[in-house]
């Protein structure tokens, strides 16, 4: 077993698997900069190493997988993501637009609301502790999922839920996520990471090669770009610009800050 990364993002090796934590626990493990260029960086080292056969993303803790960006390094000014315009290329977190060929199962440790929700869209699989909720509230706070939850959970989940997601920003519990093929298994949070941990093993199980030719055809991976999804993410750049410059986009979260309902104004 070896252990490297940085403060904010832990990566450890365990055999022919890479586990990589999201540690900022005293921040619901939010992601700022560090947190995207370490598990981004982590990726590319997975991918590189013929004896990496499977990685694990997790989350410190037992509150919260991940509470999507860190809004409090926004206020301050700070970047979500590193200067480096390849690293940029990552997307949200260093994962949600930077496809690999090795298997990423995603352990769900607590809320993946948000950002968190779109990074477990990211993955190939998902094993979730069994108190877990999933959602994307943006619209609660006249946002939207930008990090490729508005196109990845409907052609993940029945389409009809997957709307009633969206547009009312509700969550599902576990079970539910469960239910809609959105979650592999379910464990207690004592379990969690072994039971992520034995599902990597029968992946490791096979042959490499096979496992990753499987993958790229699975998901369309072409010299490591998703091809079939370019037009959703250029549309996906251009609602960003409207909803991000609108003035809604601010009244959320200033209510929420002011712990009051929300007045709109549809501009």
């Keep these: 077993m070896t252990t490297s990364g940085n403060d904010a993002v832990l990566v450890e090796r365990r055999d022919h698997v890479m586990i990589v934590t999201i540690n900022r626990p005293e921040a619901r493990n939010a992601v700022n900069a560090a947190v995207h260029e370490g598990v981004g960086d982590a990726l590319e080292a997975a991918d590189a190493d013929p004896a990496v056969r499977c990685v694990i993303v997790t989350g410190a803790g037992d509150k919260a997988f991940c509470a999507g960006a860190d809004l409090v390094a926004l206020s301050r000014g700070e970047r979500l993501a590193p200067d480096d315009a390849v690293k940029q290329a990552w997307g949200f977190a260093g994962i949600v637009s930077h496809p690999v060929s090795t298997p990423v199962i995603a352990a769900v440790n607590g809320s993946a609301l948000g950002g968190g929700l779109e990074i477990a869209l990211a993955c190939d699989l998902v094993v979730a502790v069994d108190t877990a909720v999933f959602g994307l509230p943006e ?129």
Excluded: C, Y
Aim: aromatic content about 4%; charged content about 20%; glycine content about 6%.
């Design 139 to 267: 619209p609660k706070r006249g946002l939207f999922a930008a990090a490729g939850g508005v196109f990845r959970l409907p052609a993940q989940i029945p389409p009809k839920i997957a709307m009633e997601m969206m547009l009312t920003g509700d969550p599902i519990t576990a079970e539910r996520a469960l239910s809609l093929g959105l979650v592999n298994a379910l464990a207690p949070a004592d379990a969690l990471l072994d039971s992520a941990l034995a599902l990597a093993a029968r992946i490791v199980a096979n042959a490499p090669v096979s496992v990753q030719a499987s993958k790229r055809m699975a998901l369309g991976i072409v010299d490591g770009r998703v091809a079939r999804e370019e037009a959703a993410w250029a549309q996906n750049r251009a609602e960003s610009r409207v909803v991000f410059s609108s003035a809604d986009s601010r009244e959320g979260p200033r209510a929420f800050a002011e712990k009051r309902a929300p007045v709109w104004t549809a501009s």
